[in-house]
């Protein structure tokens, strides 16, 4: 891997965190809060401040990682939910334009796969899943050691899909814990002191996960994937159950050589939206 000075930026609803990646090192990390309620220039204002503080003359281009629908070969991002104002922001072609270099822009949970794939537990692994459980559930995809977007940089979307009462992620997300009354921070305390409902309440998670994997075997037959995101913090609590919910899988031999895996890459944002610079 070439080693290229790159700034790699995470658009969030309440911070806007960037880094220079150069090789396999982060070399400065800033943040700044993002004004998500106020109108669209004020929040580009921002990124271009905070990209300012970051940039040098080495600096080879500019990767974005944003929650939401990319058309990545333009850059053009649509609907943020977690920034209402930004409805169609050419976010490649304003930045390009300020800066003078390349920019990449794409879904977050495409730059978690990317990340992985360059810096984290998907380097050496030609076929994976790359799983953020956080607030929602996303899924990066990478199939023949290439990132594999769909038509409308859709695909992955295993959380939207139907299921039970719901979609997948109301039962693999965030909203699982607050439907159940509980913070998940406190639960994953509690369980670390063995408290038995939060055992159980994790157990019951690890078998709610279960049947979304099952959805991605099914779907993309990966030889390992890799959990990432702040539930994933408590993947000793549930990673039994998962297992165990897999019991019925039809096609047992293909869990022999399985991997479930948990991301060890710290600030992945950060290291996976540059990383859309190293796919080039």
């Known amino acids: 891997m070439a080693t290229k000075s790159i700034i790699g930026v995470d658009m969030g609803g309440t911070k806007i965190q960037g ?3 150069s090789g396999n090192k982060l070399l400065t990390l800033e943040t700044l809060p993002t004004p998500a309620g106020d109108a669209e220039q004020v929040v580009l204002n921002q990124l271009i401040q905070l990209i300012e503080k970051l940039i040098t003359p080495d600096c080879e281009g500019i990767g974005i990682g944003v929650p939401s629908v990319v058309d990545s070969k333009n850059g053009i991002v649509y609907d943020v939910v977690a920034i ?27 730059c978690f796969a990317l990340g992985e794939k360059y810096f984290g537990k998907g380097q050496g692994r030609s076929n994976f899943v790359a799983v953020t459980l956080g607030t929602g559930m996303g899924c990066g995809i990478v199939i023949n050691n290439k990132l594999f977007e769909g038509a409308n940089t859709g695909a992955g979307e295993i959380g939207c899909i139907p299921f039970r009462e719901g979609r997948v992620e109301q039962y693999t997300a965030g909203t699982f814990f607050k439907s159940l009354n509980v913070d998940g921070a406190d639960l994953y305390k509690r369980a670390l002191a063995n408290d038995p409902q939060a055992l159980g309440i994790f157990h019951n998670y690890g078998l709610n996960l279960s049947e979304a994997i099952k959805m991605i075997l099914y779907a993309y037959d990966p030889e390992v994937i890799i959990l990432g995101g702040s539930i994933s913090q408590a993947y000793d609590f549930f990673i039994g159950a998962v297992w165990q919910g897999l019991d019925d899988f039809l096609y047992p031999k293909s869990l022999l050589t399985l991997k479930i895996e948990k991301s060890t890459l710290q600030n992945s944002a950060v290291w996976g939206a540059a990383a859309l610079l190293y796919a080039d």
């Open 84 to 110: 209402p104002s930004w409805k169609e922001v050419h976010l490649k072609k304003i930045l390009e334009d300020h800066f003078k270099i390349p920019v990449r822009v794409n879904n977050d949970s495409n």
């Open 19 to 21: 880094g220079v990646v």
